[in-house]
């Protein structure tokens, strides 16, 4: 059975979402509908890429817009380094193309972290608070939020955080007047400067097996990099959903406590918008600090082929 919003065709809405999810297509457009004006302005103006599941397939994530796309989906072409290619991102600005997607299944929204019309200008300096799978680890990453809240209060910063709406947190510091790697620099002195505060908790080593239980403070979310959107669902079972929380208040929640059943009606204000704080500067001196530390990826690449043949000389 089907209907019509805003002038989109919805269809098959009785349909389950994916496995596990405890929800139809049809909770999942409701849901982006209800949020629309709170979801819409962490994606507008921005490359955004979905991650879609298909009746019958695995989930896979979109960059490129497909052909059937209605011409009035806007669209932002950018070039891919990696794959030497211009991909063809959406920009959703508006309710429309937020259901249009909801019916392509759509379930999360990443969007990049600069926008459209100023690439090289990233808008907040993010640190991804990634804890071990063990049960409970949800705890652990809020203790590891502590410690960045604390590194950003002794540098001058401040910020608001989210759940990731899988398992950890989400720490957001907006920023001005600073390009893409000004930001990234300063995002690995910060995960740095935090890790010093508890190196017993909290871990920057990108290598999995070098982090011994602790939680990851991933800074890596810089340049062409994307992240799970405020007010964003996310792919697991119960479809909970990226949440903004007071920092004090975090010791009292858990990651399930959002979901597209429950998260809509929490919303009698905007809370990710009220708990961010203005566009700052960042310091020069974290700025200087990270261009002394290594680009994670470029390091753990590096580590994993001396490692691999540190292995096969001693299997020789």
Same mark, same amino acid.
């Given at each position: 059975?089907?209907?019509?919003?805003?002038?989109?065709?919805?269809?098959?809405?009785?349909?389950?979402?994916?496995?596990?999810?405890g929800a139809t297509k049809r909770d999942l457009i409701d849901y982006l509908d209800a949020v629309s004006g709170h979801l819409l302005p962490q994606l507008a103006g921005r490359p955004l890429s979905v991650i879609r599941v298909l009746r019958g397939q695995d989930a896979f994530m979109q960059k490129n817009v497909p052909k059937y796309t209605p011409d009035w989906v806007r669209t932002t072409e950018v070039w891919a380094e990696a794959s030497h290619r211009a991909v063809r991102y959406a920009l959703c600005d508006d309710r429309r193309?937020?259901?249009?997607?909801?019916?392509?299944?759509?379930?999360?929204?990443?969007?990049?972290?600069?926008?459209?019309?100023?690439?090289?200008?990233?808008?907040?300096?993010?640190?991804?608070?990634?804890?071990?799978?063990?049960?409970?680890?949800?705890?652990?990453?809020?203790?590891?939020?502590?410690?960045?809240?604390?590194?950003?209060?002794?540098?001058?910063?401040?910020?608001?955080?989210?759940?990731?709406?899988?398992?950890?947190?989400?720490?957001?510091?907006?920023?001005?007047?600073?390009?893409?790697?000004?930001?990234?620099?300063?995002?690995?002195?910060?995960?740095?400067?935090?890790?010093?505060?508890?190196?017993?908790?909290?871990?920057?080593?990108? &290598?999995? $097996?070098? +982090?011994?239980?602790? =939680?990851?403070?991933? /800074?890596?979310?810089?340049? *062409?990099?994307?992240? !799970? #959107? %405020?007010?964003?669902?996310?792919?697991?079972?119960?479809?909970?959903?990226?949440?903004?929380?007071?920092?004090?208040?975090?010791?009292?929640?858990?990651?399930?406590?959002?979901?597209?059943?429950?998260?809509?009606?929490?919303?009698?204000?905007?809370?990710?918008?009220?708990?961010?704080?203005?566009?700052?500067?960042?310091?020069?001196?974290? &700025?200087? $600090?990270? +261009?002394?530390?290594? =680009?994670?990826?470029? /390091?753990?690449?590096?580590? *994993?082929?001396?490692? !691999? #043949? %540190?292995?096969?000389?001693?299997?020789?």
């Amino acid at each position: 059975m089907g209907e019509t919003r805003d002038g989109v065709e919805l269809t098959n809405l009785d349909a389950a979402l994916f496995d596990g999810a405890g929800a139809t297509k049809r909770d999942l457009i409701d849901y982006l509908d209800a949020v629309s004006g709170h979801l819409l302005p962490q994606l507008a103006g921005r490359p955004l890429s979905v991650i879609r599941v298909l009746r019958g397939q695995d989930a896979f994530m979109q960059k490129n817009v497909p052909k059937y796309t209605p011409d009035w989906v806007r669209t932002t072409e950018v070039w891919a380094e990696a794959s030497h290619r211009a991909v063809r991102y959406a920009l959703c600005d508006d309710r429309r193309t937020l259901l249009w997607f909801g019916n392509q299944r759509a379930v999360e929204y990443h969007p990049a972290l600069a926008r459209a019309d100023a690439p090289d200008r990233q808008t907040h300096l993010i640190i991804d608070l990634d804890p071990p799978e063990d049960d409970g680890s949800f705890g652990l990453a809020v203790r590891a939020a502590a410690l960045v809240r604390e590194a950003l209060t002794a540098t001058g910063l401040t910020g608001a955080v989210k759940t990731s709406g899988a398992k950890g947190l989400h720490v957001f510091v907006p920023v001005r007047d600073a390009d893409t790697e000004q930001v990234a620099a300063a995002t690995r002195a910060l995960a740095a400067r935090a890790e010093r505060v508890d190196p017993a908790l909290a871990t920057t080593a990108f &290598i999995r $097996e070098d +982090r011994h239980g602790k =939680v990851f403070l991933d /800074a890596t979310r810089a340049g *062409g990099a994307t992240i !799970a #959107a %405020a007010y964003s669902p996310r792919l697991r079972p119960g479809v909970p959903v990226s949440f903004p929380v007071a920092w004090d208040d975090l010791a009292d929640i858990t990651p399930a406590d959002f979901t597209i059943h429950t998260a809509p009606a929490l919303l009698r204000t905007d809370p990710w918008t009220d708990a961010l704080p203005g566009p700052q500067p960042i310091p020069q001196d974290l &700025i200087d $600090e990270g +261009r002394t530390i290594p =680009v994670a990826r470029v /390091a753990a690449m590096h580590e *994993g082929k001396r490692r !691999a #043949a %540190a292995r096969r000389k001693a299997e020789s």
